[in-house]
C-alpha cells in the first residue's frame, strides 16, 4: 500500500508531465501558425500584381481572368480569402464578378467537397464560405446540412449561407421553417438571417401572415415591421384573434404604428380587449399620433387594473396639449385616494417640471402662456379637492 508521500510523488510527476505536454502541443501550435504566416505571406507575394489587376478591372464586362499557372489547393484557399475581403468592399458587378471569378477558379467546387468532410467545423466553415460566394448549386447540400446540425449554434451559419445562395422564396421559407422548429424565440434573427438574400423577401412575409403555423406567422409580423409591404391589412385584422398571444400583441403593435388602422371601431376593440398589453400599446398609440378625439377614452383607462395600461393613458394624456393636461386635472377633481387619481397627480408633476425646465432654455411665448395656463388648471383642481375633502370632513 502506498504512503500519502508516494501519492504525492506520484501525483507531482503526472502534473509535471501535463505541464510539459501542455508546452509541447502549445509550442507545436505556435510553430504550426508561424507556418501558416510565412505561406500566406509568400502566397500573396507571389499574386500581388494579380490582385492588382482584379480590383483595376472590376468594372469591365468581361469575366475576370484566373491566374495563371498551377495553383495549388493551399494557395486557392488564401487567395479565396483575399476575394472575400475584396467582396467585403465592393458591391454591384465588381463583386459579381469576383463571385464568378470563384467559380471558375474551383473554389465552390472545393468547398462543395468539404461539406463532406468528415470534421464537423470543417463543413460548416465550407458552408460558410459558400454563403459567401452566394453559390445557387450548394442550396440542396447546404439544406441537408442544415437539418442534421441543429444543437448548437452552427446552426444559424449554415441557415444564413442558405439565405445568401436561395434561389428561391421556397428556400427561404423550407430553412426558416428548419430553424425556427429547432430552437425556440429566434424570430427576430431569422428575419435577420433572411434579409441576407438576394431574393425579393416582400412575398415570403406575406406568406407567413397567412400561414397556419403561429410560430411563421411571427416571423412574418417581424419581417413586415423591418420591411413593411403595403396590402396585407386584412392579414393583420385577423391575426388580432389569433389565439396566440404574442402574434395578437405583435399585430396589434404593427397597426398602432399607422394611423390608417386608428379608426373608432378598431381603438374601441383596443382599449377595452382582454390583453393588457393591447390596451397599453393602444393607450400609447393615442398620444404618439396626437389623436385628441379619444381623450375620454385615455381618461377611463387611467383607472385600469394594470398600472402599465394607466401610465401609458396618463402619459398619452399629458402628450395631448392643454386638452389632455385639463383631463388629467379633471381625474384629481373626480377621484380620491385611488389608483386613478395617484397616477394622474405623479403625470401632472413630472409634466409641469419637465416643461418648466424647457422654459428655462427657451424663449417662446407660446411655451410660456401653455406652461401657466397648465399650471392654472392643476392649482384650480388642486383647490376644488381640498375643498371637497374639507366639505367632508365636517
Not at 486557392?76 to 463571385?99: A, P, S, V
Not at 460548416?124 to 446540425?149: E, F, W
Not at 383596443?270 to 396626437?290: C, P, Q, T, V, Y
Request: glycine fraction near 4%; aromatic fraction near 8%; include cysteine.
Amino acid at each position: 500500500m502506498q504512503t500519502p508521500l508516494a501519492t504525492a510523488i506520484v501525483f507531482l510527476y503526472a502534473l509535471c508531465g501535463l505541464t510539459v505536454l501542455g508546452l509541447l502541443v502549445l509550442f507545436a501550435l505556435k510553430l504550426r501558425n508561424i507556418s501558416v504566416e510565412k505561406q500566406t505571406m509568400r502566397c500573396l507575394e507571389k499574386y500581388r500584381d494579380y490582385f492588382v489587376y482584379l480590383q483595376a478591372h472590376g468594372e469591365e464586362e468581361e469575366r475576370l481572368q484566373v491566374p495563371y499557372g498551377d495553383v495549388t489547393q493551399k494557395e486557392k484557399q488564401i487567395i479565396q480569402k483575399k476575394l472575400f475581403e475584396l467582396m467585403e468592399c465592393f458591391t454591384g458587378i465588381h463583386r459579381d464578378k469576383l463571385i464568378w471569378l470563384c467559380e471558375d477558379m474551383g473554389l465552390v467546387e472545393l468547398d462543395m467537397q468539404r461539406l463532406n468532410g468528415k470534421w464537423k467545423w470543417t463543413r460548416v466553415d465550407a458552408a460558410y464560405n459558400l454563403g459567401i460566394m452566394r453559390s445557387k448549386l450548394a442550396v440542396p447540400a447546404l439544406m441537408t446540412l442544415l437539418q442534421k446540425n441543429t444543437n448548437d449554434t452552427s446552426v444559424f451559419i449554415i441557415a444564413r449561407s442558405v439565405a445568401k445562395c436561395a434561389r428561391n422564396t421556397e428556400d427561404l421559407r423550407e430553412m426558416a421553417t428548419h430553424v425556427v422548429r429547432a430552437k425556440n424565440n429566434v424570430h427576430q434573427l431569422i428575419v435577420d438571417i433572411i434579409s441576407d438574400s438576394q431574393v425579393d423577401t416582400a412575398p415570403l412575409f406575406a406568406q407567413f401572415l397567412q400561414d397556419s403555423d403561429a410560430e411563421l406567422v411571427k416571423i412574418g409580423l417581424i419581417g413586415y415591421a423591418v420591411h413593411a409591404q403595403p396590402g396585407i391589412e386584412p392579414a393583420l385584422y385577423q391575426l388580432i384573434q389569433s389565439p396566440d398571444k404574442e402574434v395578437r400583441i405583435k399585430a396589434v403593435k404593427l397597426m398602432c404604428r399607422d394611423i390608417r388602422y386608428m379608426n373608432e371601431q378598431t381603438l374601441t376593440d383596443f382599449m377595452n380587449h382582454k390583453d393588457w398589453e393591447i390596451r397599453a400599446m393602444a393607450a400609447k398609440a393615442i398620444g404618439s399620433l396626437k389623436l385628441h378625439a379619444y381623450i375620454p377614452s385615455l381618461k377611463k383607462a387611467v383607472g385600469d387594473a394594470n398600472w402599465w395600461v394607466r401610465h401609458h393613458s396618463a402619459r398619452s394624456l399629458a402628450q395631448l396639449e392643454v386638452e389632455g393636461f385639463a383631463a388629467l386635472c379633471e381625474i384629481l377633481q373626480e377621484e380620491r385616494n385611488s389608483h386613478k387619481s395617484e397616477m394622474a397627480h405623479q403625470v401632472i408633476q413630472e409634466e409641469l417640471e419637465k416643461e418648466k425646465l424647457v422654459l428655462q432654455s427657451a424663449t417662446a411665448t407660446e411655451k410660456l402662456v401653455q406652461y401657466n395656463e397648465k399650471l392654472h388648471l392643476y392649482r384650480k383642481s388642486y383647490r376644488k379637492t381640498i375643498s371637497t375633502v374639507q366639505a367632508l370632513e365636517r
